[in-house]
């Protein structure tokens, strides 16, 4: 799956409101996107006509959804907040957004679940004290998470099957810090999108209230 990041960057209400008709543009044609994150998001009122305005919008969209145009958008419209405004072309970005919604989700969420598939186990002798079986059986337990190779290991306990238990908890706890780093990370990258949008060379155009498409 997809995610189209659509932003108005530093720009006015104008282009805010621009997203807006370009998310209900882009919902008509794929009704199974799905947003799921939303900055700005407020309504405004039209001649009776209810339009979502946004700052910027993250979109998942359905497996096999073709990608639009990515890049700056142009809509011409005289402004409808701003009756005396001279301007009548406003910008907006669509961009491949960074990272995937899982890994977002598993950032967000501490106790992220491990799969006992995905887990690779190897004893050892524990070292130091411990108890009779110290030195004699391998009571130590390492625990190796194959998709990301993040290992961790325990040897506190005196049994092996506790040592197993405490390795995946520690395991666990890992991933978690490492799909939080990476969600953050995601973010970041997302905020300097912003900061992207070009005016001008615009890869797709459209116009008026109705939102028709025109000539890039």
């Not at 969420?109 to 006992?116: D, M, Q, S």
């Not at 506190?156 to 890992?174: C, P």
């Not at 490492?178 to 973010?187: D, G, L, S």
């Amino acid at each position: 799956m997809s995610l189209l990041q659509i932003s108005s960057g530093r720009g006015p209400e104008e282009c805010e409101l621009a997203v807006g008709l370009y998310l209900e543009r882009l919902l008509s044609g794929t009704p199974r996107a799905v947003v799921l994150e939303s900055q700005g998001d407020r309504e405004i009122n039209l001649g009776g006509r209810k339009i979502r305005a946004c700052r910027s919008l993250l979109v998942r969209l359905p497996e096999g959804a073709e990608l639009p145009p990515l890049g700056t958008v142009k809509w011409t419209c005289k402004s409808p907040l701003r009756p005396n405004c001279g301007r009548r072309n406003w910008f907006f970005l669509v961009s491949e957004a960074a990272g995937n919604s899982q890994a977002e989700d598993d950032g967000q969420n501490r106790t992220a679940e491990v799969r006992r598939k995905d887990l690779r186990f190897e004893t050892f002798r524990s070292p130091g004290k411990g108890g009779q079986n110290v030195n004699k059986v391998e009571t130590g337990v390492r625990a190796v998470h194959l998709p990301t190779g993040l290992v961790a290991a325990s040897t506190t306990a005196r049994s092996q099957f506790s040592n197993k238990n405490l390795a995946i908890d520690r395991l666990v706890e890992k991933m978690s810090r490492r799909n939080q780093t990476q969600a953050a990370e995601i973010k970041k990258s997302r905020r300097t999108r912003h900061d992207e949008l070009v005016r001008g060379n615009q890869v797709q155009s459209f116009a008026g209230l109705d939102f028709k498409p025109t000539e890039a």
